[in-house]
T-cell receptor, first 115, second 112 residues
Framework: KAGVTQTPRYLIKTRGQQVTLSCSPISGHRSVSWYQQTPGQGLQFLFEYFSETQRNKGNFPGRFSGRQFSNSRSEMNVSTLELGDSALYLC??????????????FGSGTQLSVL | KQEVTQIPAALSVPEGENLVLNCSFTDSAIYNLQWFRQDPGKGLTSLLLIQSSQREQTSGRLNASLDKSSGRSTLYIAASQPGDSATYLCAASSSNTGKLIFGQGTTLQVKP
């Protein structure tokens, strides 16, 4: 069965632009969560969606937003990009919400570079 | 606020050695503690998940333990192999917020 798919794999943008990243969870999984990974801050939780509803949100500014569609695919959007938004963005899926005792399955990530 | 710390940040061992990676967390109100492996430029692979009511989990050469009272978890890797070279991350799932809080990871190099 196919794993978690994230597109695009690499992205280069300039400051002030906006970007949309996509995540397709494992078939049948209804929960998608997003994380930002940087060398300095490590892995930080962005938000979690379950059955099209945002269930949890991390401590990121409002420029970071997301949504989940009826087929469980999720997108995250970053507006007015800043240099500090350069990072590896990872999404993870699970059948239930992550606050249950269930393993998470991660995609390979989208490497975003802001110039 | 939950904080997760991993020591050491990097570790280099010869092939065949048994080793222990350490993870500590400040808030014992956790749902579970998970260990992940990350290869360079890749996503995370879940290795072991220990529920808050459990003391340990085993998978092949890997054994993870959890001591909530002391806020510690360890990942034991037996008979290490060069293919074990990767970054290992632990993450605590907060029972208060439902969020997964990650440590900074331990980068392991196993030399042939």
């Amino acid at each position: 069965k196919a794993g978690v798919t994230q597109t695009p794999r690499y992205l280069i943008k300039t400051r002030g632009q906006q970007v949309t990243l996509s995540c397709s969870p494992i078939s049948g999984h209804r929960s998608v969560s997003w994380y930002q990974q940087t060398p300095g801050q490590g892995l930080q939780f962005l938000f979690e969606y379950f059955s099209e509803t945002q269930r949890n949100k991390g401590n990121f500014p409002g420029r970071f937003s997301g949504r989940q569609f009826s087929n469980s695919r999720s997108e995250m959007n970053v507006s007015t990009l800043e240099l500090g938004d350069s990072a590896l963005y990872l999404c993870a899926s699970s059948f239930h919400s992550p606050s249950t005792n269930e393993k998470l399955f991660f995609g390979s990530g989208t490497q975003l570079s802001v110039l | 606020k939950q904080e997760v710390t991993q020591i050491p940040a990097a570790l280099s061992v010869p092939e065949g050695e048994n080793l222990v990676l350490n993870c500590s967390f400040t808030d014992s109100a956790i749902y579970n503690l998970q260990w992940f492996r990350q290869d360079p430029g890749k996503g995370l692979t879940s290795l072991l998940l220990i529920q808050s009511s459990q003391r340990e989990q085993t998978s092949g050469r890997l054994n993870a333990s959890l001591d909530k009272s002391s806020g510690r978890s360890t990942l034991y890797i037996a008979a290490s192999q060069p293919g074990d070279s990767a970054t290992y991350l632990c993450a605590a799932s907060s029972s208060n917020t439902g969020k997964l809080i990650f440590g900074q990871g331990t980068t392991l190099q196993v030399k042939p």
